[in-house]
């Protein structure tokens, strides 16, 4: 028996805070009755839904996606943009991101169906190290650029300690390439670390979560991970 909420969040019907609010709404019915109360355990075997339909068990599912830019990080978008989960037409498990890439950002992007998975990356806790290349505008002054290893105030909070790697400069474009190294997810995080310290970010992408990396994918593709694959990130956040 477990937590109405938990069971939801796993089936990947949405977080378990999100879930919580879905009972709370009256939108949950667990063998025909409607549960508002937190709390509330069920089986295997009851029959849950959510807005009249039917949550299923699924097995879960786990993919690295190469997220090109011009897409949204969700399953649905009002604007009818293009969202990560079109790319994904063969896939039937309900999947959704694991955390979130920005519009105009590329790179590695986890998707699953499990929510407890997604929980235990995302948590503040446990936030899995997030490899970023930057094009960023001027030529970086290395006395600039430590203030990302102590951590930077951004809106009020300071940043976690981040790594850095200057990887070229083109003095005759006024333009450098940088990699970061973080931890955290807060919203637009790379752009406003750089900006802070007076370096505006014209392209980003995200080259690795945790260690793994888009090799061999193009823009757009996706993999399955491996079942050791897997094992390894529910390792690296625990430890983290």
């Not at 940043?159 to 083109?170: E, G, M, N, R, W």
Request: proline share 4%; charged share 30%.
């Amino acid at each position: 028996m477990e937590r109405l909420q938990k069971v939801l969040a796993h089936r990947g019907v949405a977080s378990r805070r999100k879930s919580e609010t879905l009972i709370s709404e009256g939108r949950v019915t667990v063998n025909g009755k409607v549960i508002k109360e937190l709390g509330v355990k069920v089986s295997a075997t009851d029959h849950i839904e959510v807005d009249g339909v039917p949550v299923y068990q699924e097995q879960p599912v786990y993919f690295l996606f190469y997220k090109p830019r011009g897409v949204i990080s969700a399953v649905s978008d009002d604007k009818k943009r293009r969202v990560v989960t079109d790319y994904f037409p063969h896939v039937m498990e309900r999947i959704f991101p694991v955390g979130r890439l920005d519009y105009d950002t590329s790179g590695a992007l986890l998707m699953t169906n499990d929510g407890e998975f997604a929980n235990l990356l995302m948590h503040p806790k446990h936030e899995m190290t997030k490899t970023y290349v930057a094009k960023i505008k001027g030529t970086p002054h290395a006395n600039d650029l430590k203030k990302l290893r102590t951590g930077i105030v951004i809106e009020h909070r300071k940043t976690a300690p981040a790594s850095y790697k200057i990887l070229s400069v083109d003095r005759k474009k006024g333009t450098s390439i940088v990699e970061l190294v973080i931890k955290e997810g807060r919203n637009h995080q790379v752009k406003k670390m750089f900006e802070a310290v007076g370096y505006p970010v014209i392209k980003l992408k995200r080259e690795k979560v945790g260690e793994l990396t888009l090799q061999g994918l193009t823009s757009g593709d996706y993999r399955e991970l491996t079942k050791k694959e897997v094992s390894q990130l529910y390792v690296a956040a625990k430890k983290d």
